[in-house]
Every structure is written in C-alpha cells, then in structure tokens.
C-alpha cells in the first residue's frame, strides 16, 4: 500500500515537472523566435536627467525601445542609467504574446562599495541577471532564475510595477 502511495505521488511529481519543462522550452521557442525576428519595427527615445527630473527620477539617463510587428507590440525594453557615485545601468526587457507578458528579463550591472575596517572603501563590480519565466500572467504563476539559478520558495512578481511600466513605454510612442 505504501509503494502504491510513494509510486503515485512519483508520477505526481514527473508529470509537474515534465509540464514545467515543457512550458520553459515554449517560453524560450518564443522568446528565441522573436529576437530573431528580422522584420521589427523599433522605435527609441533617451530621455537625460535635464528633461526627465521633473517625473522624481534619480536617474541620469533613460532608454525606452518598443519593438513591433503590424502594430503588435513583441518586445520592450527599458534600460536606466546612472553614471553617479555608484554607477549602474538596470535594463528590463518584458517579451508578448497575444499582448500578454510571457518572459522578462531583469538585467543589473553596477559597483557595490565595500567600507573596510581600516575606514576606507573598495568598489567591486555587482552583476544580476533574473529571468522570469510567466506560465500565467493574470494568476500571477511565474519561475524565476538569478543567475542561472532556481529561485527558491517562487515569490510573487510587482505585476502592478509591470503593467505601469509597459503603460508608460506604450504611452511614451503614441
């Protein structure tokens, strides 16, 4: 009766993960489909600190590209730019399908400055990259990877921040 037990919840498992795997490997025909897309329309804006710090920012520089095809919005990317103190550069890049999110990729490369003991500081490079595999937006069932690394537990992604980033960049090219 055990190893009846043991056995079912064994294909339980198998079968999430054969349906887990299955999904990434869509994701990433997708994703791979549309960065080899040779027909995308791409438009671009730059906005510098002197024009964009009236909206709050800290940032020195941002970057907004929207990639489309027949007025189908494929890919986004947002990158911003800080060439201050501690130099920076975070860029999003939020893939669609059916004008729906189904893969975004969190880029970081910056410096993180270490305070020695002895009171002065040393700078090392600091680099992230998480991508987030979107099984279902509205529910909110994603996998996350940092560095080529499983997240674990799966935490919920900032969908409001999401959807007020891709309305702002929609927005910025009407």
Request: net charge positive; with cysteine; charged share 30%.
């Amino acid at each position: 009766m055990v190893q009846l037990y043991i056995s079912i919840l064994f294909c339980i498992i198998s079968f999430s993960n054969l349906h887990s795997q299955n999904t990434n490997a869509k994701i990433n025909k997708e994703f791979q489909r549309i960065e080899n897309l040779k027909t995308l329309e791409i438009d671009s804006l730059t906005l510098t600190r002197g024009v964009d710090f009236n909206r709050g920012s800290n940032v020195d520089q941002k970057k907004y590209k929207i990639f489309k095809e027949r007025n189908r919005v494929l890919k986004i990317e947002y990158q911003e730019i800080n060439d201050g103190y501690r130099k920076w550069i975070k860029k999003t890049t939020i893939y669609f399908k059916n004008e729906t999110p189904f893969f975004i990729i969190e880029r970081i490369n910056g410096e993180t400055t270490l305070y020695l003991i002895d009171g002065g500081e040393k700078s090392e490079p600091h680099k992230v990259i998480e991508e987030i595999y979107i099984y279902d937006w509205s529910n909110e069932k994603i996998k996350r990877v940092y560095n080529g690394h499983e997240a674990k537990p799966q935490m919920k992604i900032c969908k409001t921040c999401y959807e007020e980033l891709i309305e702002k960049l929609i927005l910025e090219f009407k």
